[in-house]
């Protein structure tokens, strides 16, 4: 892919900041209100609770979720970190596209079925936390950087710096 020109590149990763973040919240806000409908005892608060889990499930969950994975995807591609050149990118990569599944084929089945039936049990609770704590670490994991090179990155590194240690050596000016 070709490289992102700056101005899109800073756009692209602010949207994908705050979608991002914007998946962190919508998971701490099913966390809330999956506490809120398990530890009741009110039917009503439960129905509540259930409704409001469905309407962001049904109408958020799945765009934040695919809007991150996507913009993501085009940043690791097309910037000089690559999708698989770094292990930290590569596992955010993977951590974004297997929560976004769960999302998609396990969150929201599960969403739709506690408000067809008005009854949550523990899963609406243990879900968003498993997923605020996956959201947290990607985000940690993007701040820090950790583990440096993929065996690709370090041959494509490898490459690049022996071709330039030859272009050194030429007394010729290389094009």
Same mark, same amino acid.
């Given at each position: 892919?070709?490289?992102?020109? &700056? ?7 602010? *949207?994908? %900041?705050? %979608?991002? %973040? ?7 806000? @099913? ?6 409908? =398990? ?7 439960? !129905? *509540?609770?259930? &409704?409001?889990?469905?309407? =962001?499930?049904? /109408?958020?969950? %799945? ?6 994975? #996507?913009? !993501? @995807? +085009? ?14 990118? /590569?596992?955010?990569? /993977?951590?974004?596209l297997? $929560? $976004?599944?769960?999302? +998609? =084929?396990?969150?929201?089945?599960g ?11 523990i ?6 936390? +498993? ?5 947290? @670490?990607? $985000? ?25 240690? #030859? ?6 000016? $290389?094009?």
């Open positions: 892919m070709k490289p992102l020109k &700056r101005p899109v590149r800073r756009g692209l990763l602010v *949207a994908h %900041v705050a %979608v991002s %973040v914007s998946w962190l919240g919508l998971t701490v806000g @099913l966390l809330a209100l999956g506490i809120t409908a =398990f530890t009741t005892g009110d039917p009503a608060t439960v !129905g *509540a609770a259930t &409704r409001a889990m469905k309407i =962001f499930g049904d /109408w958020l969950v %799945v765009p934040v979720a695919l809007l991150a994975l #996507v913009s !993501g @995807l +085009v940043l690791a591609l097309g910037t000089p970190w690559g999708l698989a050149r770094h292990r930290w990118v /590569w596992t955010k990569f /993977w951590l974004t297997i $929560t $976004t599944g769960l999302s +998609v =084929f396990s969150l929201r089945p969403i739709d079925a506690a408000a067809a039936d008005k009854a949550v049990d899963n609406l609770v243990i879900a968003p936390s +498993v997923a605020t704590a996956t959201y947290l @670490l990607i $985000t940690a994991v993007s701040i820090l950087k950790p583990w440096g090179l993929t065996r690709r990155g370090r041959r494509l590194r490898f490459s690049a710096s022996s071709v330039k240690s #030859v272009d050194a050596r030429s007394p010729r000016q $290389t094009a």
